[in-house]
C-alpha cells in the first residue's frame, strides 16, 4: 500500500490562501443574495436516479456520476444473459451525484410544495459533479452558485437579478463586466421571419458561434438555413447593432410581434432608475443553450479577461412539470465561482490576507511555558488569532516557521519578559520590536499601530 | 415520468432556518479554530479508491460510497466469465466518497509534504459520506469538523484540543458538557495487570459499554476474561473513582509503568492554568475506536441531553504511514455537528433568527412601481435586506406572504406615500405602524427602535 497517493483527474485540494480568496468571493455573493431576500437552502449531494435522469438531455445524462449500489448488488441479478453496460448501469446504481442546482430545486419544490410561500426567491450554493473530460478551468467538482424565483412571471424578477449581477460585480470591483440581456421570445419571432423555425436549434447555435468563427465564416455558414440577401443582411445589422426598437418595428412590417421585444424594453427602463457598476446591453446573439430557457435570458463576461461568461441565466417555464406539478414559472441566475476566481487573478483584485494579524508565540521551554500559555489565552480573549510554537525546538526554526506561515507578529515572553511582567513583540514584516506589558501589546495589534 | 420524486434514505434536505441554525455552530467552531491559528484546507468529494481502501478496516470499507466509472465500463471486461460482485467491483469502479477527513488529510501531506511547515495546523469542516443503514440522528451525509495538528509530539497540542472544545462549547452556551481524557497507554498499562492483553479489543469494547449495560452485567461478562477477584475489584475501583495517581502508584507496586499517567497528569495541571467552561475529567473507561489511536483520547458529552459523544478526538502516530512516508504523529478533534444540533434544540438554546430585519415591499402595480424600486435600493445600500413583492396581487395575500416568510417590517408605499414623500413602515410583530421620512425609517430600522 506504500504507493504515493493521486487525486483523481478533475478533482482539486484548496489550501488555505485558495479557500481566503474563495470565500471572500463567496461571501460577497451570499450577501447580495440575502440583501435580495433571497433564503438559503441546501440538498444533498446525492439523489436518485430517477430525480435527474432524463432532465439534462441524453448526452449530459452520460456525465452524471453514479453510484455503486451498496452489499452485494449481483445477488439478484443474472449477470451472465446480460453483456450491456447501461442495462447493468440501471440495475447496480439507483443514485447519483448532484448534477446541477436546477433539477435539485425542482425536486425540492415538488417534495415540500405545501410549505413553500410562493414566490419562492432561493439561492443555493453548492457543489455539483460532472463526468466531463477535465481540461484548464473545467472540474469534475465545482462550485455553483444560483438564486433563483419561483413562481412569479412578473419582470420585477428579472430587473431584480439583473441588479444582483450588478451589485455583485460592483462587490467585488470587477470592472469591465458587461451583463447581456436577450429573450428566447425575440430569437423565435427573427428565425420566423427568416424562415428558420425549423432549425431553431442550428440556427441559435450558429448564432452563439458569431464571436468566435467572425462575420466572414458566419455568412458562409448562413448559406446552409438559405436565408434570401434581404434577410441575410438584416440578421448581420441586428447582430452588429442590436437595437429591440428597430427589430420590433422591422419584424411588425411583415405581421410578426412577440412580447420578447416589449418585456426586454420594461427591463431596461427599469434598470434606468438606479445607476450601474456593469455595461448592461440588449445582445441579439446571446441564446443560452437550447431547450431550457423560455423568456429573458442573462449572460455575464469581462471584456479584459477571456474566459468565457462568468454567469448566466433566465427564465423557464416548465421546472416543476418535470415532477408533475403545476407549471411554475421560474427564472433565475447562476455565478461561475472558478471563472470569477481566475478574473480577479488575472486583474490582481484580491485583496492582501486577512489573516496578518496571526500571531505566533515562541516556546522557551518548559520553565518559560505556564506564563506564555496563560498570556496566550489573554490574546485569543481579546480577538487576536494566536497560538505557541508546539515544541521545543531551536529559536532560529521557530523563527522560520513564523515566516513561512506568514504570521504577522511574533511574541516574545522569555525570561527577562517574565521578570519584568512584560512580552515583546516582533512584528515580522518591519521587523520592528517593542516590550510593553500585555495589554498595551493587545491594543497596539488590535489597532495594527505596530508598524 | 410525472411520479413524486423523492430523497434516496439517509439524505437530507435543509430549509433556510435549519441552515440558519447549523451556520450559527459551524461560525462558532471555525472561529474558534481560526483564533488558534489553524489553517482551513478542503479536500475533493472524491478520491481514489486506492486511497481510501483498506484504511478503515473490513467493515467500513463496506460502508465506502463507490461511483461507477464513466462511459462503457464493461468493454474491457469478460462479463460471463465473473459473477462476483467484489472483483467486479474493482473493475468498474476506480472512485469512491470520502469517508471521512483524516485519510484525505493524510494522503493531503503525503502529497505537499515539501510545501508544508510542520507543526501543520489545518482544520476541515466538509460533508462525508457512509453507507450505513440509516437510524434516527444518522445520515448517509454528514458533516465533520476536524482540527489536527501534525507533525508535532508535544502535550502543549493536546492542551490546546482541549481548550478549543472548551470555547467552543462555552461559545455555544451548552452548559453540562464533560470532557473525558484518557490515555490509550493507560488502558494498555491497566490490561497488562489484568493480563488481559492478548483480548486487548475485547476487554476495551467492554469497557465502552459499562455505562450502558451497568456494573452488574459488566462484572458478568468481565468472568469470561479470567480476571481475579483482586484485579476486578482494583478494575471497578478505578472505573468508579477514576483517579490517575491511585492506577500509577498501584501499578507500580507490580513494576508497571507506562508514560500515559505523567501525559494525563501533564495535560491536567496545564489545564488548570485558565478557567474552564466544560467539566474537564480523567474517564478509565473511554476508549474511542480501536486500532487507530495511539497516546491521549478525548470524548465529550452532554448531561442533559443523552445523544452519544458531541465530539471525540485523541493522538495517532501512523497516520502517513499509510502512504510511504516518514511517520508523523498526529492529534486531533472532531465535532459532531448533527448532534450538537440536536443538543442545542433539545435545550432551546439556538438564538432567534438574525434574519429579522428583513424587509418586504408591497406591491401597489405599475403606476408606483418606479418610486418603490428607488426607495427599496436605497434600503439595500443603507444594509437592510428588503425586497418588493414581485407580483401585483391583493394587498391581503401579500400581507400573508409577509408574515409566512416571517418578514420582520413591510414597507407601504403607496399613492398617499409617493405625494408626500414619506413611507410608512409596518412592524410584524408588533403591528405599529409610522410614516416617516426614507432616511428616518432607514434609520428606525437599523437602530432597532421601531417596536
Given amino acids: 500500500m506504500n504507493v504515493k497517493p493521486k487525486l483523481p483527474k478533475g478533482f482539486r485540494d484548496f489550501d488555505s490562501k485558495t479557500l481566503e ?100 426567491k ?8 460532472r463526468a466531463d473530460k477535465p481540461q484548464k478551468g473545467r472540474f469534475r467538482e465545482f462550485m455553483q452558485c444560483d ?24 462587490k467585488l470591483n470587477l470592472a469591465g463586466t458587461i451583463i447581456s440581456i436577450n429573450s428566447r421570445k425575440i430569437l423565435t419571432a427573427v428565425s420566423s421571419k427568416l424562415n428558420v423555425e425549423d432549425k431553431f436549434s442550428e440556427f441559435v447555435i450558429l448564432l452563439d ?15 446552409n438555413f438559405n436565408i434570401s440577401k434581404e434577410d441575410s443582411d438584416f440578421l448581420i445589422k441586428i447582430i452588429e447593432n442590436p437595437d429591440i426598437d428597430y427589430i420590433k418595428s422591422y419584424l411588425s412590417e411583415f405581421g ?20 450601474n457598476f456593469c455595461e448592461i446591453k440588449f445582445n441579439f446573439k446571446l441564446a443560452r443553450g437550447l431547450d ?23 427564465r423557464y417555464d416548465n421546472l416543476t412539470s418535470i415532477f408533475g406539478n403545476n407549471e411554475l414559472s421560474g427564472v433565475g441566475v447562476s455565478f461561475g465561482l472558478d471563472r470569477i476566481y481566475y478574473c480577479l487573478s488575472e486583474l490582481s ?27 496566550l489565552d489573554v490574546f485569543r480573549e481579546s480577538g487576536i488569532s494566536a497560538t505557541i510554537y508546539a515544541d521545543f525546538s531551536k529559536i532560529k526554526k521557530q523563527m522560520n516557521y513564523a515566516n513561512n506561515l506568514n504570521y504577522k507578529f511574533v511574541v516574545i515572553c522569555g525570561e527577562n519578559e517574565i521578570k519584568s511582567k512584560m512580552v515583546t513583540l516582533k512584528n515580522m ?23
Fill in 21 to 120: 480568496k474563495r470565500e471572500y468571493i463567496i461571501k460577497i455573493i451570499s450577501d447580495v443574495f440575502k440583501s435580495y431576500s433571497f433564503q438559503k437552502i441546501e440538498t444533498p449531494s446525492v439523489e436518485s436516479i430517477e430525480t435527474l435522469s432524463g432532465k439534462y438531455g441524453d448526452e449530459a445524462d452520460r456525465l452524471i456520476f453514479k453510484i455503486l449500489n451498496s452489499g452485494n448488488y449481483l445477488s439478484d441479478y443474472d449477470l451472465n444473459n446480460n453483456a450491456d453496460y447501461k442495462e447493468l448501469t440501471r440495475f447496480i446504481s439507483k443514485k447519483a451525484l448532484r448534477y446541477d442546482l436546477t433539477v435539485p430545486l425542482a425536486r425540492y419544490i415538488s417534495q415540500n410544495i405545501n410549505n413553500i410561500s410562493f414566490p419562492f
Fill in 292 to 314: 431550457y430557457y423560455t423568456g429573458t435570458i442573462f449572460e455575464v463576461e469581462n471584456s479584459k479577461v477571456k474566459i468565457g461568461a462568468l454567469g448566466g441565466g433566465g
Fill in 349 to 375: 483584485l484580491f485583496k492582501s490576507s486577512n489573516e496578518l494579524n496571526k500571531t505566533l508565540f515562541l516556546n522557551f521551554g518548559e520553565r518559560e511555558l505556564n506564563y506564555n500559555l496563560k498570556v
Fill in 256 to 275: 410578426i410581434s412577440s412580447e420578447g421585444f416589449d418585456e426586454c424594453k420594461y427591463i431596461f427602463e427599469k434598470l434606468k432608475l438606479t445607476s
Fill in 122 to 129: 432561493r439561492y443555493q450554493m453548492q457543489n455539483v459533479w
Fill in 209 to 223: 458561434k458569431y464571436d468566435k468563427i467572425g462575420k466572414i465564416k458566419f455568412i458562409e455558414e448562413l448559406k
Fill in 147 to 170: 438564486a433563483d424565483i419561483i413562481g412569479s412571471k412578473n419582470l420585477i424578477n428579472e430587473y431584480e437579478l439583473v441588479r444582483i449581477y450588478d451589485k455583485v460585480f460592483e
Fill in 429 to 451: 514584516i518591519t521587523g520592528n520590536q517593542i516590550t510593553d506589558k500585555v495589554e498595551k501589546i493587545i491594543k497596539l495589534i488590535l489597532s495594527e499601530k505596530t508598524d
